[in-house]
């Protein structure tokens, strides 16, 4: 049945406005929050692919490199930028943790742009089957051509390469631990799953994975189903409990896991507890962590870099008794590509 041009306006003025309001909650959020003070060099850099031209912002350390330096890259959610996931011109995120890892720690970070999809918005193109707002482009070729241009002009460890993801770019961060070659090291999904539609298929090398995840989420149900935001269907997910257990028999890491909650630290204010649950090779060379907010939503943890109580509202409530990216820089540091201890 042909729909009424009336019933088409209001279609098209929801979508509007809820875009509207998402904007103002972001923009709501990203003034609550201080911005973390850094001493890193950070310039707009692009890359050739099949898809045209593609961009990223470097993060370097400021001091010179007395050898080959860890890459950490940096994946933004849907409608996202990596401007806005690095912190960078005054819109800080608890992302932008990592440009004060990148200066400590002389690691060097990428942070890159995804590509308009269907429904206009940056994002990426995961291994959901069903996700109809996801780009068509090949990301992982994208990935391929950053690291290429990066070994190359900034001398990383190719068997140090790391990636983090929020959202849609944890979901893609998944997607290179499966597809990425070089093989990553580990990677970090927040507020993330895995397709239950899939493109991908199923994990099938060791890849060390930490999932952040809160049992609340109203976006990406903790325990598997349709992925929503304002009544829109981004596809299905897995359960977050299926996709560490996936990735623990790739590992062959069965268990059982050290387990341990977290002091609190958010006071009164913050309901919300976390849980570590941690799976093991000999050594600690590959392993599994799962790091549960009980009472957590669609929202970074992080101790310094807090939203707003408005932008709280749509995406669930914020932890405050650990920084995301810390946590996720402790996990990697002592990780090498195909399960290698460090020397």
């Not at 370097?60 to 080959?68: M, Y």
């Not at 004060?100 to 918005?121: F, N, S």
């Not at 992080?302 to 920084?323: A, K, M």
Request: with cysteine; proline share 7%.
């Amino acid at each position: 049945m042909m729909r009424g041009s009336g019933q088409r306006l209001a279609e098209s003025t929801g979508k509007a406005t809820s875009d509207r309001v998402l904007s103002l909650f972001v923009a709501l959020a990203i003034a609550s929050v201080p911005i973390v003070a850094r001493a890193v060099s950070i310039e707009r850099a692009s890359v050739t692919t099949s898809d045209g031209p593609r961009s990223f912002f470097l993060a370097r350390p400021s001091r010179a490199a007395a050898g080959p330096r860890p890459l950490v890259i940096i994946l933004h959610g849907h409608g996202g930028s990596a401007e806005r996931a690095l912190g960078h011109n005054g819109t800080p995120s608890p992302l932008s943790v990592w440009l004060a890892i990148a200066d400590r720690e002389e690691v060097v970070v990428a942070a890159l742009d995804g590509a308009k999809g269907g429904d206009g918005r940056q994002g990426w193109n995961d291994c959901r089957a069903d996700a109809p707002g996801n780009p068509k482009t090949d990301d992982v070729a994208f990935v391929r051509a950053v690291v290429v241009r990066l070994e190359r002009e900034e001398g990383i460890d190719p068997r140090r390469i790391y990636a983090m993801g929020m959202s849609n770019g944890g979901f893609m961060a998944f997607r290179l631990a499966l597809q990425l070659d070089p093989q990553l090291a580990a990677v970090a999904a927040v507020s993330s799953s895995m397709a239950a539609e899939s493109l991908c298929g199923p994990p099938a090398r060791a890849v060390s994975v930490i999932v952040i995840a809160g049992t609340a989420d109203p976006i990406v149900p903790y325990g598997g189903g349709q992925v929503k935001l304002f009544g829109r269907s981004r596809g299905a997910a897995v359960s977050i409990e299926q996709v560490a257990a996936a990735w623990r028999h790739a590992n062959g890491v069965p268990g059982p896991p050290v387990i341990e909650a977290l002091p609190h630290l958010g006071g009164t204010k913050d309901p919300t507890r976390a849980v570590r649950a941690v799976w093991s090779a000999p050594g600690g060379s590959v392993q599994v962590e799962l790091m549960r907010i009980d009472g957590g939503g669609h929202i970074e943890p992080s101790v310094s870099q807090r939203y707003g109580r408005l932008y709280q509202r749509l995406v669930g409530r914020q932890n405050y008794d650990f920084e995301s990216a810390e946590e996720a820089w402790h996990f990697f540091r002592g990780k090498r590509a195909n399960g290698a201890s460090p020397p």
